[in-house]
Each structure stands twice: as C-alpha cells, then as structure tokens.
C-alpha cells in the first residue's frame, strides 16, 4: 500500500516528549530490531528532544522505517525553528555547550548513528538527521539515493500523497500523486493509480499518466508527476499533471519543470510529450506536492547539496509544509 513514509511528531511542549518517547519506542519493537540497539535509539530521541526543550521555539521530530539494500533501518530527523547555529561543527564537539549542560548531545546522537548530519542557520533553525540499521549498513555504491518524504495532514490516518518507484538496473522509474482533497478517498486514488502504475511496461512518462488517467476515472482523482532516468543515456525524462512541483538542480544551475493543467482520471490534456533533461547537466531531482514556492532558490541554504538528500528534503518540508494538508518531499541524487 502506497501511504505516507514518516510520521510526524509534535515537540512544542516538554508534555509531549514521554508520549512521543513511547510512541517510537513501540515502533522499533514492531521493527524488530534488538532490545540493545533499541535502547541507543531512546538516547538519541532523547538527547533530541533536550535539544528541542532547551534550545528550540517549537519543533518536530519525524520518524520513518525502510530497507536499502535489503537491510530494514530507521530514520529519525528533528526540525526546529530556533535560533540555529553559527558553527555546527563546533557544537559537535564534547564538552561544548550554551545551556550549562555537559555538553555531549550532538556527538551522543553521532556516535550511536549508522548515518548522521546536520544542517543549521543561524536565525533559520536546524535539521537534524539520524538514521539507524537493523543490521550492517550497506556499503555506499554509486547510482541513485532515493529519498522519500511523505507526511500525512495532522489528524488523518492515511496519506493522500503516495510516492512509488521501480527500478531497473540503475534505471528507474517513479511517480509522486496527490489525490484530491485527503484522507482515505485521496488515499484510494493514488493507491489504485500505483497499482497500474506497476504493471505498465513503457518508460514513457506521458504514456504511463496516460494509462493511469484511464485506469482511475472512478476514483476522486488526483495530480502527478511520472519521471524516467536511463542509466545509459544519462538521461531524465518527465511529464506532469497539476499541482505536483519538479526541480532539477546541477552543479551550476538549477531549472523548473512545468506541468500540464488537469486532474488524472478526470481531464488530461489531449496533447502531451515528455521534457528531457541530461543527467550530466541536472544530477538532483525534488519533487514537492502542493507546490514549491515559486521563488524557492537552492543558492537560500548556503551549501546544502553537499548533505544528505533527506536533509535537503527536510528543509523543503520545513518552509513549505502545509498543516492543512498531506505534504511530500521527494529528492532524488544521481550519484
């Protein structure tokens, strides 16, 4: 089932942090990961949290379990709104600390992660990135880093926002939808488009929404995106329907992509043809449902494409998140 990939926890109040504690705590014992690694995983949620309490004006943390690889790990990324920090390198250091603290929570979190970044702006706020493997982390292999980042609107269930992708070989395909509205009716919608969206075998991007449109026309609809890459040309292409955000950024530049107006399974275009771009030029795809503010610029967030792409789509997630509605952040990094 096509759902959202994290959830989100509120960290406003210090009420909240034992409910959110326990809250992730349950999750890791459904993962299955053992009773030690689960105990260095409440450490690092907490040592978050006392960074949120003491430091931050409000704050988050999102939680999400995936496998890369074949091995399952989890994710954990704090989002504040604080003051940042001038220097996060430094603040990595034991000892270092503005609050008469010991001082050693960041490099705690470092210490007991598979993967660790941070990304802070002084006067912006700070992201903060752990990821844990139930298992040996994979070695790191050149081709693609898929990063999904789905949340369902506060209150709901189901997502109704859905992310897919298929691969082959270090060629893939993927679709971002958002089906009208939210909630279990824009669940359904993005669900029964995944459905054929797996078992169509052009890698056309116009073709596979053209084939989705007629596949859901008893559904409330929804806006997409579908974008190929082909490993051997070395190239992207995608087609677009609605509301669905799509950046490529490169080395030195970065460039919009524009979608169709429409709703799929509703009313498509009768004309369509899919953009190519070349991988050489644009080696970074985000897309964003709800849209990306238009004058959102990567030249914002002074040196950011040397992180993790999870905490690039973190900092999307952090200025554009609507709490009225499912948001998505997908970033994905040929590498």
Same mark, same amino acid.
Not at 83 to 95: E, F, I, L, S, V
Not at 116 to 130: C, K, Q, R
Not at 237 to 256: D, E, H, R, T
């Given at each position: 089932?096509?759902? !959202? ?10 009420? /909240? ?6 809250? %992730? ?9 053992? #009773?030690?690694? %689960? ?6 949620? #907490? ?13 988050? %943390? ?10 399952? /790990? ?7 709104? +604080? ?19 010991? +001082? ?14 941070? &990304? ?13 493997? %139930? +298992? ?34 270090? *060629? ?15 669940n359904l919608a993005v669900n029964e488009a995944a459905k054929v969206f797996k078992v169509f075998p052009d890698n056309s991007p116009t073709s596979t929404l053209r084939f989705i449109h007629s596949a859901i026309r008893k559904t409330r609809g929804m806006v997409g995106n579908v974008t190929h890459y082909d490993s051997e040309k070395g190239e992207w292409s995608s087609a677009g329907i609605g509301n669905i955000a799509v950046k490529w950024i490169g080395p030195n530049s970065s460039?919009?992509?524009?979608? &169709? ?15 190519? /771009? *070349?991988? !050489?030029? &644009? ?7 709800? +849209? ?24 999307? &997630? ?18």
């Amino acid at each position: 089932m096509v759902d !959202a990939t994290h959830i989100s926890l509120q960290a406003n109040d210090r009420s /909240y942090f034992a409910l959110l504690k326990k809250e %992730i705590h349950q999750r890791l014992t459904d993962s299955g990961m053992e #009773a030690t690694r %689960i105990a260095e995983v409440d450490i690092i949620v #907490a040592e978050m949290t006392s960074n949120l309490f003491k430091y931050a004006d409000g704050g988050e %943390i999102l939680f999400g379990a995936f496998k890369e690889d074949g091995i399952p /790990y989890v994710e954990l990324i704090s989002i504040d709104h +604080g003051p940042g920090m001038q220097n996060p390198a430094r603040m990595m250091q034991d000892g270092m600390s503005t609050s008469n603290t010991l +001082g050693a929570g960041l490099g705690s979190i470092k210490r007991l992660s598979d993967t660790f970044d941070i &990304y802070s702006i002084a006067g912006w706020g700070t992201v903060l990135l752990s990821r844990v493997y %139930i +298992g040996k982390k994979p070695a790191v292999k050149k081709g693609l880093i898929i990063r999904p980042l789905v949340i369902s609107k506060p209150g709901e269930r189901v997502s109704g926002d859905g992310f897919i992708c298929r691969t082959n070989g270090e *060629s893939f395909k993927l679709m971002l939808g958002d089906g009208l509205g939210h909630g279990p009716e824009a669940n359904l919608a993005v669900n029964e488009a995944a459905k054929v969206f797996k078992v169509f075998p052009d890698n056309s991007p116009t073709s596979t929404l053209r084939f989705i449109h007629s596949a859901i026309r008893k559904t409330r609809g929804m806006v997409g995106n579908v974008t190929h890459y082909d490993s051997e040309k070395g190239e992207w292409s995608s087609a677009g329907i609605g509301n669905i955000a799509v950046k490529w950024i490169g080395p030195n530049s970065s460039k919009n992509h524009m979608s &169709y107006n429409g709703i799929i399974g509703h009313n498509i275009p009768t004309t369509m043809n899919d953009q190519l /771009y *070349s991988s !050489a030029e &644009y080696n970074q795809l985000v897309l964003c449902s709800d +849209g990306i503010k238009t004058r959102w610029e990567v030249a914002r967030y002074p040196g950011i494409l040397k992180h993790d792409p999870s905490v690039l789509a973190s900092v999307i &997630y952090k200025d554009h998140a609507r709490k009225t509605d499912d948001m998505s952040v997908i970033v994905i990094k040929v590498r």
